[in-house]
């Protein structure tokens, strides 16, 4: 069904409705399908066009037998874009961001940036327009592994920041903005507003993607930037041992927390195949762990990716394999993306404020 729903282009703005997060509500069964079209600019004619194209595209997929029931809904009713909890704080990025996707780790050093950037990188490739924030003020790499060490973003004459371009991604780094040494002393609320004024004042354009790597750990740091920024799904990386799972445990806590939901786990450097033995996947950090920890909790492993030395070459020297294409992260890219799909298109309309009651 989404498949199908993805193959329907709003003709003025050239991307499926899906992409667009127009469907919400979508709910299948074997012989019946009902979603809501969400239209924030009801007054174009693609609005009058839609229902027809939707039924017609899955008729012809389905049959005739479907039972469709296509509910249009809207947001004309004077109040703009004014919605309830879970969208607040999407003004400070606009309409043109489509989906904000937080990279977060319960621990440091377990492949954070690397599967940031990588992901980045292969979603791209794939067509999409994207964007990469640095938001570990204390320890940026984004801009090492991007081979733009020591780039400075120009200011356009809106006075907004522009995104250094690479790979076909727009880059920002809190790193170029802050010196670590002096941000290792600032407390949670400092942060927060650096970021929503980073996030608020910079030209992204149009994004399908704003992927974030946020600073490991799940504090009071970490709580509030997920807070201040409207995020449409969080992927956790962990490695296999106990205890980095323990503090994966700990991050889709958080993020359950204030309601984000976890689209899944990416479990880095989850086995070993030596050169010479291409068949073989030694667990060295032990097997099966994420995997567990994933069906326990009901979110999808979404990669496995291996120990693998040309992934830590690459990003050192500013060049990530994705930029050359690596299987692994575009099939990350095609998961993440259909996640999103299905979470945007299954989730409800965002409701509208209730004026009376203030
Ligand atoms: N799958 C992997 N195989 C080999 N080295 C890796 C892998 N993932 C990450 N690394 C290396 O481990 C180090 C930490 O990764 P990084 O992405 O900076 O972690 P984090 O952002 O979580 O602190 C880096 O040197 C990186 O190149
Ligand atoms: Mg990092």
Redesign the pocket.
Known sequence: MIDVLSGIIDTDKGKDIVRLGLVRDLRVTEDDVSFTIFLKDPGRPFAFEVESICIDAIRSEFGSEMQIQVKMDNEMIGLGDLTVDGDKGAQALGDNVLNTIAVA?G??????????VNLAIALARQGYEVGIMDA?IY?P?IPTMFGIEGARPNVNQNRQIVPIQKYGVKVLSMGFLVDPDKAVIWRGPMVSSAIKQFLGETDWGDLDFLIM?LP?GTGDIQLTIVQTVPLSGALI?STPQRVALADARKGVAMFEQVNVPVLGIVE??AYFTPPDLPGRKYYLFGEGGAKALAAELGIPVLAE?????S???S??EGEPVSATGYKLFEDLAVSVARVVAVRNATKPTSKKIDILRR
Do not use: F, Q
Request: proline share 7%; aromatic share 0%.
């Open positions: 780790s621990k440091g050093g377990v492949g954070k940036s690397t599967v940031a570990d320890g790499s790597d490991p990386v880095n450097m990716l291996p120990i693998d030395e992934l830590r070459r990003c050192d």
